[in-house]
Nanobody
Framework: QVTLVESGGGLVQAGGSLRLSCAAS????????MGWFRQAPGKQRELVAR????????DLADSVKGRFTISGDSAKNTIFLQMNNLKPEDTAVYYC?????????WGRGTQVTVSS
């Protein structure tokens, strides 16, 4: 199994930046991919960004392309989400996700609030 711990959320003004981190522990060698999802109040959880364990493949939601970047540090089993030019519509709880032998594991989430 895998445990995911997120950090880096907070309150920021529109146009500002935040960097989220997610550290994985446990049977990390079997992780296929990791990523970030977010869920705003009253909305479904949606994919924001995903990265393969090799780091060769990344995927970003259209709504964040050009503003967010996902990266990873394989030595530390950690991924990052650099969020620039944040908008009020980016306000949500951001969850770290890992796909481990076909199973999804989730972190507890970190709140990101963008004020206008």
């Amino acid at each position: 199994q895998v445990t995911l711990v997120e950090s880096g959320g907070g309150l920021v003004q529109a146009g500002g930046s935040l960097r989220l981190s997610c550290a994985a522990s446990g049977h990390v060698s079997n992780i296929d991919a990791m990523g970030w999802f977010r869920q705003a109040p009253g909305k479904q959880r949606e994919l924001v960004a995903r990265i393969s364990t090799s780091g060769d493949t990344t995927d970003l939601a259209d709504s964040v392309k050009g503003r967010f970047t996902i990266s990873g540090d394989s030595a530390k089993n950690t991924i990052f989400l650099q969020m620039n030019n944040l908008k009020p519509e980016d306000t949500a709880v951001y969850y770290c996700n890992a796909i481990w032998i076909g199973y999804n594991f989730w972190g507890r989430g970190t709140q990101v609030t963008v004020s206008s």
